[in-house]
């Protein structure tokens, strides 16, 4: 049973940085893409970040294209997502998400099969 556990968020100012975690269980994280999608209140859950299931390729929301960077440690079933110069926008609770494939990286949220419990980021201003 996969199990994505995510860590790291809290309240940062803008211009501060963070760095998300999600450690994977029940898997083998190298046969699986990995995603990272946000949710503010009020608002659709949406992407934010993308990896294939070897780290060659990523993919990002243009909204944080240039602040944030995805990355993983296959042999740790970690997922990371570097957050920098954050703004108040960016306010939402993160999720980590999985797709089992070695072709497809979704990059919006229905493509993904298994989620964490998510993780909470607030940005003040």
């Known amino acids: 049973q996969v199990q994505l556990v995510e860590s790291g968020g809290g309240l940062v100012q803008a211009g501060g940085s963070l760095r998300l975690s999600c450690a994977a269980s029940?898997?083998?994280?190298?046969?699986?893409?990995m995603g990272w999608c946000r949710q503010a209140p009020g608002k659709e859950r949406e992407f934010v970040a993308a990896?294939?299931?070897?780290?060659?390729?990523?993919y990002y929301a243009d909204s944080v294209k240039g602040r944030f960077t995805i990355s993983r440690d296959n042999a740790k079933n970690m997922v990371y997502l570097q957050m920098n110069s954050l703004k108040p926008e960016d306010t939402a609770v993160y999720y980590c998400?999985?797709?089992?494939?070695?072709?497809?990286?979704?990059?919006?949220?229905?493509?993904?099969?298994?989620w964490g419990q998510g993780t909470q980021v607030t940005v003040s201003s």
């Open positions: 998400a999985a797709k089992r494939g070695f072709s497809v990286v979704p990059t919006s949220p229905p493509g993904y099969d298994n």
């Open positions: 029940g898997m083998t994280s190298s046969l699986y893409a």
């Open positions: 990896i294939n299931y070897s780290g060659s390729r990523s």
